[in-house]
Each structure stands twice: as structure tokens, then as C-alpha cells.
């Protein structure tokens, strides 16, 4: 017989209310982060931005559920610099670490994931960090040495110590992980979860199971691959040129024993790496494009035009993997239900050249490098669909991930919130323009230091230290940067009002380095 007295159903309807209250202190509605982060992977080899050359069904999903920024850009064209200005929210100029072979990151400074730890929030990095010093401000972690191997690499663990273990890096990193998602951190807090690959780094080793992708792929050479850099001294300058300085062995994997290069011998290491069994697939395929390469006698543009196709192709293959583990993480979280309340970021430290102006590699401010791909997939609550073509850069991210958090961001941040955008509404004060500084010269590659504004329609870079050099483009009417019109009749008036702007972002950003 059901009980009906008053005081019983009284302290019965009590405890179940403490108990409720109970539960929703430990269910923390705050969206989680993943962010997923690749060093050198460009827009124009991600099929949402470009279906030129690759298809990366799994990244596209993220787009296609989500949001895709066609105008996100880096401050500064360089990993570390890339990713100190990720982790503050602010310009190199204000984090202090300026370029790859003289700084080290003061992780003692204010950083967005120490201030989501404050929160409440559990955090966690793995893969590449690129630093120069341990990381602070995260639950759990494990990085690469610095740019880290693809083959059976090394990881640094939290006590200090680092360990080999085998198979290839992108898998790992995600099986890292994953593991933390399911057995590494407490389910009831939210999270954020950095995964930060190598790929698609220098020298593109391919995953062995996709050696063969991509074979019979003729990519299209871009217009300007024979640029003669008219106007452009800076650009002339450089020493990332495919067909000059572009290595036969270290690059595109044309060698034979006894055959020796300057970066033949990076290369060697690298593929020590590999068992036994491993090495003798990996030979099995690139000794038969050595035999082939060797019988043809290439010279001229028809050499440089071969490194360009091994260069794609190889790309292309890690970008294939990379897609794969996106595509596991996705799965993972659908799976999981965390989907419905995860913000989860694809993006890049920089962009690429991909053949654009005979190169490879990044560091100047022109379009391939400067810009990055972004694409979001937005947590409930979040509407937004499609494209956002606002002017967005890497400073934004700390500033997006302490508000959806629900945390105070802070007035020394530089980076501007993208969650209006993200709600479908882009503020009337939206920065117009875009600051950009690079300083890592003389060094690897050799890119004048140069700083510089993009707005919407233009482009105003000088090039200072050794060279006194300034560049002025029409992005509408010129989007490939090959007509320098700085000094040309007509654009004075142009150029002295970018002049003024940049001086105002240089001014905003309290950089002690201007003209």
C-alpha cells in the first residue's frame, strides 16, 4: 500500500530536490573545446576552401556543419611566433617570442589555458608545441621534441622524461588523445583539448599505406610558378624557391646510395627510424621514382617542374592521413554525444606555398602564408551556418575561448571574441585591418623582416633591416601580389592613408618596432 503520510513525502521530495541540485553542480553545461591545430597545412589544399588539388572529406564536415572563415589570418608567418600568439591572445611584439632560433616562451605570462584552468576547465595539449620550454597551464600534456619525427617518433611525457614509441605521428597524437577524452579527465568538467599535429610539416614522409595516393595526379601548375619578381627585391631575395633551393634527396626523395646533398643526411636520420620491415617498403616505392628520375636527364624547367609534382604529391598524401584522424575525432565525440556540446576548431599555424611564386614553404605576408583555414563546428545554442567573411587572426582565439567559457577577458588581450560572429552578428566596430609583423632574419629560408596592414581590399608592406623596401597591393584586382604598386602615379594618396593605419595598429598594439 502506496505511504500517503505528509512528512514522508515532504523529506522524499527534499532529498530528490538536494540530489537535483547536486547533479547540476556537477554537470557543467559550458561548452568544451577541441581544437585542432597543423603546422603548414594551407587552404589551398583543404577541399571546402579549394577542390583543386585534394579531397579531405572529414575536414569538410566541420565546415559543412558548421562555419568556414574565408578571411582568417596569422600575425606573424611562423610556428612558435604562431603559436605564442595563440596561447596569449596577443602580437609577438607583447608575448616576446618573436621567431624559432633566438626566443624561448615565458610560460610564466598570462595564457588562455591557465585561465580556464582557473574556471574550472581541465585542459590538455598533445603533439607539437614547438616552444622551446615545458608547457604550464594544462592538466595534462605530451609534446614532441621540437618539430618531432613522422616514423616511430619521441614523446616528452609531464615527469620530464621523453620515450619512443612506434607508428606513425598523426596516428599517435590522436590515439593520445583520445584516450585522454575517454579515460584521462573528469567527465564532469568541461574541457579543452588541444591537438596540435606535426603534419603537414617538412619534409612530407608519407604514411606507408598511402605511398602509392596520389601517383597518377598531374597537379596544376599555378600561374605565377616561374615568377621573375619584377618590383619585388624582397621577394627576390628568398632562399625558398623549389627549383633553386628545394633539395633533391631531403625534399623529394630522389636517392640513391652514395648519392649526397646538403640535407641528405637529415634525411637518412629521418628514415632510421623506420624497422626494418617498415624501411624496405618505404624503398621499395621511392627507389623506383630514383631509377626513373635518373633514366629522364631533366634539367631546367622540366627539373623544376618534377620537384614541384613530387612536393604535391607527397603533401598531399600526409594531408590524407591528417584527414583520416580528423575524421576519428569527429566519430569520437558523435559517438560519444559530446558533439552537441563541444566547440571544435580546424585550423592551421599559417599557410603554405604551394608552387604560388615558385616557393615553398611560408614567412611573408602575402596571402598563401598570411591566411590560414578556419572552420568551426559551433556548440548548441549556435546557429551560424556557412561562410563568415569578416577579417578574423590567430589572436582571436583566446579571447572566443575565455567567453564561451563564461571568463572576463582580459583588457591587455589583443585579440577581439568571435562569438558575436559566431552568433550571426558581426559588431559595427569590427577591426577593418589586419597587423602583421615577421622578424626572423637573417635565418633559415632568408625572409626580410617586414611588417605590415591588410584591409579588406589592400595590402601595405615595408621591408626593413637590411633592405628599405616598401609593397603595395590591390587584392581585388591583383589577388596573386605579382604588381607591386607602391611609387606608382596615381596610388600616392592610397599609400599614406595605409601608412596612417598602420602606424594606428602599431601604435594599438604598442609594437617599439615602426617606421
Known amino acids: 500500500m502506496m505511504n500517503h503520510n505528509p512528512v514522508f513525502l515532504y523529506a522524499m521530495t ?3 530536490a538536494l540530489s537535483s541540485l547536486a547533479s547540476c553542480q556537477r554537470a557543467d553545461r559550458r561548452p568544451n573545446i577541441v581544437f585542432i591545430m597543423t603546422d603548414d597545412h594551407t587552404a589551398q589544399m583543404m577541399s571546402c576552401f579549394d577542390n583543386r588539388h585534394v579531397h579531405t572529406p572529414n575536414l569538410d564536415r566541420i565546415a ?33 617570442f618573436y621567431d624559432n632560433t ?26 607539437k608545441l614547438h616552444l622551446e620550454a615545458m608547457p604550464t597551464g594544462f592538466d595534462w600534456w605530451e609534446i614532441i621534441p621540437g618539430q618531432g619525427d613522422y616514423y616511430n617518433p619521441d614523446f616528452i611525457t609531464m615527469d620530464g622524461s621523453t620515450h619512443q614509441e612506434k607508428g606513425y605521428l598523426t596516428n599517435i597524437i590522436t590515439d593520445k588523445s583520445l584516450d585522454w577524452l575517454e579515460n584521462g579527465r573528469d ?5 579543452c583539448l588541444m591537438i596540435h599535429h606535426k603534419a603537414v610539416h617538412r619534409n612530407w614522409l608519407p604514411e606507408l599505406k598511402y605511398l602509392h595516393e596520389y601517383e597518377d595526379k598531374e597537379f596544376v601548375l599555378p600561374d605565377n610558378f616561374h615568377d621573375d619578381y619584377q618590383g619585388r627585391p624582397a621577394a627576390a631575395a628568398q632562399e625558398m624557391s623549389i627549383a633553386r633551393d628545394m633539395d633533391l634527396v631531403y625534399d623529394t626523395k630522389i636517392w640513391r646510395k652514395g648519392d649526397s646533398t646538403r640535407l641528405s643526411g637529415g634525411y637518412l636520420s629521418f628514415l632510421s627510424r623506420l624497422e626494418p620491415e617498415e624501411r624496405a617498403v618505404y624503398d621499395a ?75 615553398f614553404d611560408k614567412r611573408f605576408m602575402y596571402e598563401e602564408s598570411m591566411r590560414t583555414p578556419l572552420v568551426m563546428k559551433l556548440p548548441e545554442g549556435f546557429r551560424r551556418k556557412g561562410d563568415i567573411d569578416a577579417l578574423v587572426q590567430n589572436i582571436d582565439f583566446a579571447p572566443t575561448f575565455l567567453e564561451l567559457a563564461g ?8 585579440g577581439e571574441s568571435l562569438v558575436p560572429l559566431l552568433k550571426g552578428q558581426t559588431p559595427d566596430d569590427w577591426r577593418k585591418s589586419l597587423y602583421y609583423h615577421f622578424y626572423e632574419f637573417p635565418a633559415e629560408h632568408m625572409v626580410k623582416r617586414h611588417y605590415g596592414i591588410r584591409t579588406e581590399r589592400y595590402k601595405l608592406i615595408r621591408f626593413y ?7 603595395l597591393y590591390d587584392l581585388q584586382n591583383d589577388p596573386s601580389e605579382m604588381n607591386n604598386l607602391y611609387g606608382t602615379e596615381g596610388y600616392e594618396e592610397l599609400a599614406e592613408e595605409l601608412k596612417d593605419g598602420l602606424r594606428t595598429l602599431q601604435e594599438k598594439y604598442n609594437d617599439p618596432i615602426r617606421f
Open 465 to 471: 633591416d637590411d633592405i628599405d623596401v616598401w609593397e
Open 64 to 96: 559543412d556543419d558548421g562555419v568556414r572563415f574565408t578571411n582568417a589570418f596569422v600575425a606573424n608567418s611562423l610556428s612558435g611566433p604562431s603559436r605564442a600568439c595563440l596561447l596569449t591572445g596577443k602580437h609577438s611584439c607583447a608575448n616576446g
Open 187 to 191: 567527465k564532469d568538467k568541461p574541457f
Open 285 to 359: 616505392f621511392y627507389d623506383s621514382l630514383a631509377v626513373d628520375f635518373h633514366s629522364r636527364n631533366l634539367e631546367g624547367k622540366a627539373l623544376d617542374e618534377f620537384k614541384y609534382q613530387r612536393y604535391m604529391r607527397d603533401y598531399a598524401k600526409v594531408v590524407k592521413t591528417l584527414d583520416d584522424n580528423v575524421g576519428r575525432v569527429l566519430d569520437y565525440l558523435k559517438e560519444k554525444g559530446l558533439d552537441k556540446n563541444t566547440l571544435i576548431v580546424y585550423t592551421s599555424d599559417q599557410g603554405f606555398y604551394m608552387g604560388e611564386h615558385g616557393w
Open 14 to 16: 527534499a532529498v530528490s
Open 407 to 414: 571568463v572576463e577577458v582580459p583588457d591587455d588581450i589583443h
Open 102 to 127: 633566438t626566443c624561448v616562451f615565458d610560460f610564466s605570462q598570462q595564457t588562455f589555458p591557465k585561465l580556464l584552468q582557473d574556471a574550472g576547465y581541465q585542459t590538455a595539449l598533445v603533439g
